[in-house]
């Protein structure tokens, strides 16, 4: 995508937290999104950001949106082998969705 | 309810063959879109319809065409194609009004250009 960035690839354990990061580039986006994809399927959408919003839960995922520095976190508590799958960050830009280099999760036991 | 379908899911072609990728909806969405998926590259937009009867350019159009045939349909045409266009290919849709935006997305075609 267009300067939507995120490291490549995160490998965790089993049961430990991963934190996955992304930095977007409009600072007018409505909407950030996370989404999932698993091996031979297309994209999910995982969990969403409203841009008026620092922060965002949902059961083990917790999105922390920081506006100043264009930077988007998602974090999954006690991360699971069913984790392991490729996340993109997205941003809104006017009518289209931007995404990210996608960054490839690993969870080992 | 399919939601969003991609045909075909394989395909393999000769530089300078032309092929036409469809995709179709059926949750009444207004805007549609064609990915394509590279390693390293994450997902980079090729072109769009916001709506019936418009189309415009994405990041990476050269190459491609499409057509929005009916608000279900939106087609992806390679009229020559090169190795350089061997990748997944995503349709996805969205446009609920007042919506967060969501994509909707098919499962993929995987096209190799030998």
């Known amino acids: 995508g267009e300067d939507v960035e995120q490291s490549l690839f995160l490998s965790v354990r089993e049961g430990d937290s991963s934190v996955i990061n992304c930095t977007y580039t409009d600072s007018s986006s409505t909407y950030l999104y996370w989404y999932k994809q698993e091996p031979g399927a297309g994209l999910q959408l995982l969990t969403y950001?409203?841009?008026?919003?620092d922060m965002k839960q949902d059961q083990r995922l917790t999105v922390l949106l920081n506006k100043k520095d264009k930077h988007l976190s998602l974090r999954i508590a006690d991360t699971q082998t069913g984790d392991s799958a490729i996340y993109f960050c997205?941003?809104?830009?006017?009518?289209?969705?931007?995404f990210g280099t996608g960054t490839r999760l690993q969870v080992f036991p | 309810n399919a939601g969003v379908t991609q045909t075909p899911k394989f395909q393999v072609l000769k530089t300078g063959q032309s092929m036409t990728l469809q995709c179709a909806q059926d949750?009444?969405?207004?805007?549609m879109y064609w990915y394509r998926q590279d390693p390293g590259m994450g997902l980079r937009l090729i072109y769009y319809?916001?709506?019936?009867?418009?189309?415009d350019k994405g990041e990476v159009p050269n190459g491609y065409n499409v057509s929005r045939l009916n608000k279900r349909e939106f087609s992806l045409r390679l009229e020559s194609a090169a190795p350089s266009q061997t990748s997944v290919y995503f349709c996805a849709s969205s446009g609920l009004a007042g919506g967060t935006g969501e994509l909707f997305f098919g499962e993929g075609s995987r096209l190799t250009v030998l």
């Open positions: 950001i409203f841009s008026n919003m």
């Open positions: 949750m009444n969405h207004n805007s």
């Open positions: 997205a941003e809104s830009r006017a009518d289209k969705l931007i």
């Open positions: 319809s916001a709506s019936e009867g418009t189309t």
